[in-house]
Each structure stands twice: as structure tokens, then as C-alpha cells.
């Protein structure tokens, strides 16, 4: 119950293309569901975050798509650049009692190409 | 401003061997400091977390310790290594009350047992 699938793997997409990366969630205590952006020999970094309460949240060209009946999430890149060629993690965590641990996906590789 | 220093970098050891992975975390007091491992295509996994010095909680059985002997230190150890303990280690710390959650990774460590 505390997985969180992500969806696919593997990405590749052309310049100026639209990336979707999906995500489900089995724990309806989650209540917080961030992005993380992975570049190579790097660390994870937040890109971008949304809470239950809202069904989209838009940073840039960076979107996240929230359905709470369907237990799923998504990240949306619009106007994909070579730049953004990373591994992206979807979590999920429940604020309240979970001491700020995250439960993450297993990744995307996304590729970009020129 | 803050930051987390983690090293080695990379690091390759025998089976058998000891292991001590360190982190320290710069410009904050009182973190919360977690350790993760990332194995290709199986996404972050949570090892061990700490909510203050000497209170370390572990999330799986394994051959891993972890210890916090001051208040920005994080060292993760083994007394003796196994093949399947090789992968890439990422050390993270976060403002303990913090809302919404960021997690700050560092670069990781690149373990691999021979």
C-alpha cells in the first residue's frame, strides 16, 4: 500500500514535444505528491510539488496533473527542451505522521532530442 | 545558505569489508537527515532516517547502520559488505517542520562491491 508506480520508464521526445510521465498511488493518507528532477552523477532536486486539494499546478512550462479518485498523478513538460533530458521521480508522502519521508517511483529517463 | 557535503564520491570495496559513507549539513540546525539508495529502475529507496542526534529509525532489515553522532553528521556503515549491498547512496536532509516537505540531496556516493 505504500508503492507508488511510475510510468514509463523510458522517454524519449523531440525538441519542442510534450513529456508525460504518470503515476499511481495505492495510500489515500498521502497528502503531499512532489517532482523530482535527477541529472546525471547528481543528487535528486524538487521541481515541482501539488497537494490534494487542487487538480493542476502550473510552474513554467512544468504542469502536474492531480486525480484524486483515480489515485493517480502526472508531470507534464510543454515545449520539451534538450536541457531537460533527466531522470524524473514522482513521491508521495502523508505530512502528518510520516516525519517527511517520501515514497518514490521507480524513474523516468527522459531524453530530448534537438 | 545551505549546504551538504557527501563523499566519497565513488568508492569500490571487497566483499567482506567495512563501509562508512558520511554526511554533513551545512547553514541549518536540526534537521531531519535521511539516507537512500538507488538502484537502477527500482526508484529511491528509503534506508534509515533521523529526527535528531542518536534517534535513528531504519525502514528495512539489511546489512546497513546508520549513526548520528552530531547534530549535522549522518554516517550510514557496515561491518562487513555484500555484493547486493553495491549501488548509489544519497544522503538528504530537510527543515524539520517544513511545509510543504523539500528534501536537499547530495551528489551521492557510487558503491560498488566486488
Known amino acids: 500500500q505504500q508503492q507508488v508506480k511510475q510510468s514509463p520508464q523510458s522517454l524519449i521526445v523531440q525538441k519542442g514535444g510534450i513529456s508525460i510521465i504518470n503515476c499511481a498511488y495505492e495510500?489515500?493518507?498521502?497528502?503531499?505528491f512532489p517532482w523530482y528532477q535527477q541529472f546525471p552523477g547528481k543528487g535528486p532536486a524538487l521541481l515541482i510539488a501539488?497537494?490534494?486539494?487542487?487538480s493542476e499546478k502550473k510552474e513554467g512550462r512544468f504542469t502536474i496533473s492531480f486525480n484524486k479518485s483515480a489515485k493517480q498523478f502526472s508531470l507534464h513538460i510543454m515545449d520539451s527542451q534538450p536541457g531537460d533530458s533527466a531522470t524524473y521521480f514522482c513521491?508521495?508522502?502523508?505530512?502528518?505522521?510520516?516525519?517527511?519521508?517520501?515514497?518514490f517511483g521507480q524513474g523516468t529517463i527522459l531524453t530530448v532530442h534537438p | 545558505s545551505q549546504t551538504i557535503h557527501q563523499w566519497p564520491a565513488t568508492l569500490v570495496q571487497p566483499v567482506g569489508s567495512p563501509l562508512s559513507l558520511e554526511c554533513t549539513v551545512e547553514?541549518?540546525?536540526?534537521?531531519?537527515l535521511y539516507w537512500y539508495r538507488q538502484a537502477a529502475g527500482r526508484g529511491l529507496q528509503l534506508l534509515f532516517y533521523s529526527v535528531g542526534i542518536g534517534q535513528i529509525s531504519s525502514e528495512v532489515p539489511q546489512n546497513l547502520s546508520a549513526s548520528r553522532p552530531q547534530d549535522r553528521q549522518f554516517i550510514l556503515s557496515s561491518k562487513k559488505l555484500l555484493l547486493s549491498d553495491s549501488g548509489f547512496y544519497l544522503c538528504?536532509?530537510?527543515?524539520?517542520?517544513?511545509?510543504?516537505?523539500?528534501?536537499?540531496f547530495g551528489n551521492g556516493t557510487r558503491l560498488t562491491v566486488t
Open positions: 513521491a508521495a508522502s502523508n505530512q502528518g505522521t510520516s516525519y517527511g519521508k517520501l515514497t
Open positions: 495510500n489515500t493518507a498521502f497528502d503531499y
Open positions: 501539488i497537494r490534494p486539494d487542487v
Open positions: 547553514g541549518t540546525s536540526n534537521p531531519n
Open positions: 538528504a536532509w530537510s527543515v524539520g517542520l517544513a511545509d510543504p516537505l523539500r528534501l536537499h
